[in-house]
C-alpha cells in the first residue's frame, strides 16, 4: 500500500483533492492537435520562404554586374593638420617623411675557397 505525503499535511475533516486529469475531453485533445499541426506548418511554410528569398538574393548577386572604376581622377586632398601640435601640446612633426636616397649596403663576408684534395 502507498502512502500519499499530502495526506500527512491533510486535517482531519478535511475534504479529499483528487488531481485534475491531465488528458481533457476529446475536443480539448483535437483542439491541441490542431494548434501543434498548424504552427507545424507555419514554421515549415516561414523556413522555405526564408530560403526561396535567399535563393533569390545569391542569384540576382551574382547577376550583378561590378561598378565601374571612376573615369574622373579625384582632386589632391591635404593632409589634416595636427591639432595637438596646433595647440602646442606635441612638438610639430614634418609634413613629409624623409626616405633614405640610397638603402644601406650590406656588409659582405669575403670566404676563402677550400680545394678538396
Given at each position: 500500500m502507498a502512502l500519499d505525503?499530502?495526506?500527512f499535511r491533510r486535517q482531519p475533516g478535511e475534504p479529499e483533492l483528487t488531481?485534475?486529469?491531465l488528458v481533457g475531453s476529446r475536443s480539448q485533445s483535437m483542439q491541441r492537435l490542431q494548434a501543434g499541426l498548424f504552427g507545424l506548418a507555419t514554421m515549415?511554410?516561414?523556413v522555405g520562404l526564408a530560403n526561396i528569398i535567399?535563393?533569390?538574393?545569391r542569384e540576382a548577386e551574382a547577376l550583378a554586374v561590378p561598378e565601374a572604376a571612376?573615369?574622373?581622377v579625384p582632386p589632391a586632398i591635404e593632409p589634416a593638420a595636427d591639432p595637438l601640435a596646433e595647440?602646442?601640446?606635441v612638438?610639430?612633426?614634418p609634413a613629409v617623411k624623409e626616405t633614405p636616397s640610397a638603402p644601406a649596403p650590406t656588409p659582405t663576408i669575403d670566404v676563402p675557397d677550400?680545394?678538396?684534395p
Open positions: 505525503p499530502a495526506s488531481p485534475a486529469p515549415v511554410l516561414l535567399l535563393d533569390n538574393a571612376p573615369t574622373v595647440a602646442g601640446v612638438p610639430d612633426t677550400i680545394e678538396a
